[in-house]
């Protein structure tokens, strides 16, 4: 069997000449072409296609005329993270602060910080049956 002389340090194979500018420039400028091609033919087909709906749908029922511009209840929501934010502030700011539940009964709400230390000073309340125990 005979060694192979062609593999080995320098002796591979290789490219012996640089890669042709003007083909380059051709492939090139032929895919340019061929997207501006592309671009106004999907241009065209939907100027077409509009015109097409313009000129075949009918007409508009005078019923669906008529109807309100918004939905009917319960609608669903627009903006679910600004939602969820003002309903956060709300909840911090009844959490945090003093306010009336009902003034005719005379029932007031409490910050948390102040119920957690009213609970630990006077601790929880107890049932009758607990305390006969």
Same mark, same amino acid.
């Given at each position: 069997?005979?060694? *192979? ?5 320098? /002796?591979?194979? /290789?490219? $012996?000449? *640089? ?11 032929? #895919?340019?072409?061929? &997207? ?8 065209? #087909? ?13 007409? &508009? ?8 511009? *918004? ?12 939602? #969820? ?8 700011? $009844? ?24 609970? #630990? *000073? ?9 305390? $006969? $125990?």
């Amino acid at each position: 069997m005979q060694a *192979d002389t062609n593999h080995g340090a320098g /002796h591979g194979r /290789h490219e $012996k000449s *640089d890669v042709g500018v003007d083909s380059l420039a051709g492939f090139a400028i032929g #895919l340019v072409t061929l &997207m501006a091609v592309a671009v106004l033919a999907m241009w065209g #087909l939907y100027r077409g296609l509009a015109y097409y709906t313009r000129t075949t749908d009918p007409p &508009m029922s005078a019923l669906r005329a008529e109807l309100p511009a *918004d939905p009917p209840e319960p609608r669903l929501q627009v903006t679910p993270i600004k939602d #969820l934010e003002a309903v956060r502030v709300d909840e911090r700011t $009844k959490l945090q602060n003093y306010g009336w539940i009902s003034r005719e009964a005379g029932v007031v709400h409490i910050p948390i910080e102040r119920a957690m230390q009213l609970t #630990l *000073d006077r601790g929880l309340p107890e049932r009758e049956a607990e305390r $006969k $125990k």
